[in-house]
């Protein structure tokens, strides 16, 4: 059981550090985008390529300014001329993207699975009551719970991230006081693109790396960003963890319905509190 | 500064939500230390000028021109950079945000200047009291006095009020209409959108009347007929 909780604990961080970057994106430009999985398996490619070379942490590195200037362009090229459509064209142009995405992956790695080794210093296994469990398991955990604490810190501790939490919430009367929210908007997508590749590297060792990848983590990183409440980053964090745990648990007590339960869960949050666990943006 | 140089100037301006054409060639001055009061009833583009000036409402023909550069393509964040702080009708504020954090947000235009948290809080202080309470928590007045706090902390040359008695008691409004005219004795230029006549008197010396979009009547306030105004502001 132990175990179990642990992993949901692995799945719940892993899923915030993703759907973080999702919840930002959301929050500044108003787009759901449908591309954050593309993100996150770009990232994950750039930093197998970059390892071979560099070693895991090179590739983390590479991976994370890699998605950072592609997330920069996206907001500059594509978000920025999409602001005020509607959202079915947003939604369309970003599946777009995700798809093409795809088609690069396969036409420049093919379509093969790759594994990607965990770093020396990580590998190996801790003793627990009874059992062990890898140390690279909680080294994710460690990284889910650095993203949260780091992105705390910036929001509430940072001028600009005070200036991210106003244009969050209004982003016109933001700009009113003298806040560049295209700036403003293509550093927030820089970043959650950073941490969607960070994401794509880190789950590498225990996932595997395919052109499919992006598909699965998507749908839960929607799903936790819908249940935390759009935009919400505290909202997104419980919702995160509670997925985790049920993802895991599921498999456990409910094996027939583990599909289904995230998807139960969102339709009861929604129905429960229609805007979402933290009902507030950021 | 010259006394009479305008600060602001609208010749001949004007402006559009999408196909909507609401302001039709309009003009009016405020020159360097003055306080000019705009009037008219709801609904004849009194919010639009201030939404022109921002960039929120489409700038057609016409001239935009601070302190005599003209305003080609106005964005929101450069009116505040450029020295031009608004109180936007409705106060605006964030719940998000504690009342200390909205006024840091005021100074997001980086202008140097004497407006400090502490100077607003000296202004203002009960915002000071209610420093880390979200900004929407305040009463009516104390959010006006927010909203008007957080215009300052871009240390404008040009303080743009629109509406700023709306929904507020007759012992608020008279709170305000003091601290106007200190801040305007002080140096600081006013552009007071109002349909409340009494605050207008004692805020302002100029005025233009708009209905329709269109600058009706304008001059100064000294020796007005007031019943003549009070029909153009009369629902």
Sequence with gaps: MLIQILNGLVYGTFLFAMASGLALMFGLRRIVNFAHGALYMLGAYFGYTAAKLAGFWGGLLVAALGLAVLGVALDILVFRPLRGRDPLTTLLVTFGLALISEDFIQTFWGNDTHSFAEPALLSGVVQLPGTTFPIYRLAIVAFGILVAGGLAFWLTRSKVGLYVRAASHDPVIAAVQGVDTDRLSALVVGVGAALAGMAGVVAAPILSISPAMAADILVDSFIVVVIGGLGSLGGAFAAALILGQINVLGVVFLPELTALLPFLLMMAVLIWRPTGLAGSRV | ?235
């Design chain 2, 1 to 235: 500064m010259n006394a009479h140089a305008p600060v602001l100037a609208f010749e001949g301006v004007d402006a559009f939500y999408g196909a909507a054409h609401i302001l039709h060639g309009v003009s009016f001055q405020v020159r360097a230390g003055e306080s000019v009061a705009i009037l008219g009833r709801n609904g004849v583009g009194k919010t639009t000028i201030v939404n022109t000036l921002l960039g929120i409402a489409r700038h057609g023909a016409g001239a935009i021109r601070f302190h005599d550069r003209a305003i080609e393509r106005p964005r929101p964040y450069q009116a505040a950079r450029a020295g031009i702080g608004v109180a936007l009708q409705g106060r605006k504020l964030f719940p998000n945000l504690s009342v200390r954090e909205n006024l840091m947000l005021g100074a997001a235009s980086n202008r140097a200047g004497a407006w400090t948290l502490d100077g607003v809080f000296d202004l203002f202080p009960v915002l000071r009291e209610r420093a880390e309470a979200p900004g929407t928590a305040l009463s009516g007045g104390q959010q006006q006095m927010l909203a008007i706090g957080r215009a300052l902390m871009a240390n404008p040359d040009l303080l743009v009020l629109d509406e700023p008695s709306e929904g507020l008691a007759p012992v608020i409004v008279d709170e305000l209409a003091a601290v106007f005219g200190a801040l305007n004795a002080k140096g600081t230029a006013l552009l007071l959108i109002e349909q409340n006549l009494s605050l207008v008197e004692r805020v302002s010396r100029r005025f233009a009347v708009l209905a329709k979009g269109r600058v009706v009547e304008e001059g100064s306030l000294d020796g007005i007929d007031r019943t003549s105004l009070q029909r153009h502001i009369a629902i």
